[in-house]
């Protein structure tokens, strides 16, 4: 961030937090004591096919000189906050986290896409989203906005655990069973928990290595106990990893379970189901839930007419993507992981990122 940032902001800390910190995630904002007030929750006010298109240093120009901070979202990805206009007089304002592509890593905006699109169609709450027709800039609606637009609270596990944020990944799922334990009231826990393990299920079978404490948080309202908050960061990021022998890719997952990262066989994950009073015919519908999701997420993905157009670096993610899938399936559906690892060598491109 601060590479593309220079010359825009002051190279020290308060400077960076002056630019970030009364455009954050959530109810804490911090800003300069010269201000007379808070900024609203607000970004800079433009179309969504504006943000999707314009030219990534024209769109970083006009955010800077709308006067509009900075967002303070933390993670690798450049994020800026858009408000879309209504488009009708009944109809709301709407407003979104806008992710710019990652040099280092080609096709990271498709994998982050194609990944929230599981979680959905698996059947776990997840703000909308949108993707640029050549697949290199993410949208996602902000999730800490009621149907007013006024903020609610949020909190991401690391911080509800009290540790600093480089702590992120020095951590175990099942803490995090008891943060939520702790945190939910007895009209919440059970979903949080019920919830928690299904996005834990799929961030095991896709490969995500990056479920740390900071991609699980907490959202809650004056009139709304805690609760787990929708998906927000769900992708394979073992795309990017060395590939083994075997196929699969040479990382582990975030968080230990049972004191392993390694990426978890179902009966790990059967125990972390009963560790969140997850019945086994629940655990059962998730499953099905989760097999049935990849499969259609893949098959609609490959069939997208957009994926000819772009360029092959993001093919040969999206296909790398679709075989850590493949591999992750197998242990539950031998079947569905073959019609996966097929459509993955159909998406063309170099075999190597």
């Not at 007379?36 to 943000?51: K, Q, Y």
């Not at 303070?72 to 806008?98: C, N, Q, Y």
């Not at 905006?109 to 169609?121: D, K, L, P, T, V």
Request: charged share 25%; proline share 4%.
């Amino acid at each position: 961030m601060l590479a593309r940032l220079a010359g825009r902001v002051e190279p020290d800390d308060f400077a960076l937090l002056r630019a970030v910190g009364s455009n954050m995630i959530g109810l804490i904002q911090v800003a300069d004591s010269s201000a007379i007030a808070l900024p609203s929750s607000a970004g800079l006010r433009l179309g969504v096919t504006e943000a999707l298109q314009m030219e990534e240093g024209s769109l970083i120009d006009l955010v800077f000189d709308s006067g509009k901070a900075w967002p303070g979202i933390s993670g690798g990805f450049m994020k800026l906050f858009v408000t879309s206009p209504a488009a009708a007089p009944l109809e709301r304002d709407r407003h979104w986290i806008v992710k710019l592509a990652d040099g280092d890593r080609p096709g990271l905006c498709a994998i982050e896409y194609f990944g929230m699109c599981a979680a959905r169609s698996m059947g776990l709450e997840v703000p909308e989203t949108i993707i640029s027709d050549d697949y290199s800039r993410y949208m996602v609606e902000r999730f800490d906005l009621d149907a007013r637009g006024e903020q609610l609270g949020f909190a991401d596990l690391c911080a509800i655990s009290g540790s600093p944020a480089a702590d992120k990944y020095a951590s175990s799922a099942e803490r995090i069973v008891g943060m939520l334990e702790a945190a939910c009231d007895s009209s919440t826990v059970a979903c949080s928990l019920d919830g928690f393990f299904a996005q834990y299920l799929l961030a095991g079978v896709i490969r995500n290595g990056d479920a740390h404490l900071k991609n699980f948080g907490l959202l809650y309202g004056q009139t709304c106990p805690a609760t787990l908050s929708p998906v927000y960061d769900m992708l394979s990021m073992a795309v990017y990893a060395p590939k083994r022998n075997d196929g699969d890719a040479d990382d582990g997952m975030a968080l230990t379970l049972n004191g392993s990262r390694r990426w978890p066989a179902p009966a790990m994950l059967s125990g972390l189901a009963r560790r969140c009073k997850v019945s086994h015919e629940r655990e059962a519908f998730w499953v099905d839930r989760l097999v049935t999701a990849l499969v259609d997420a893949a098959r609609e993905m490959t069939k997208d007419r957009r994926l000819a157009d772009v360029d092959t670096k993001t093919k040969a993610a999206i296909a790398r993507m679709l075989e850590l899938w493949s591999i992750g399936l197998r242990p539950y559906d031998s079947a569905a992981a073959e019609f996966v690892r097929q459509l993955s060598r159909g998406v063309t491109g170099p075999s190597g990122l």
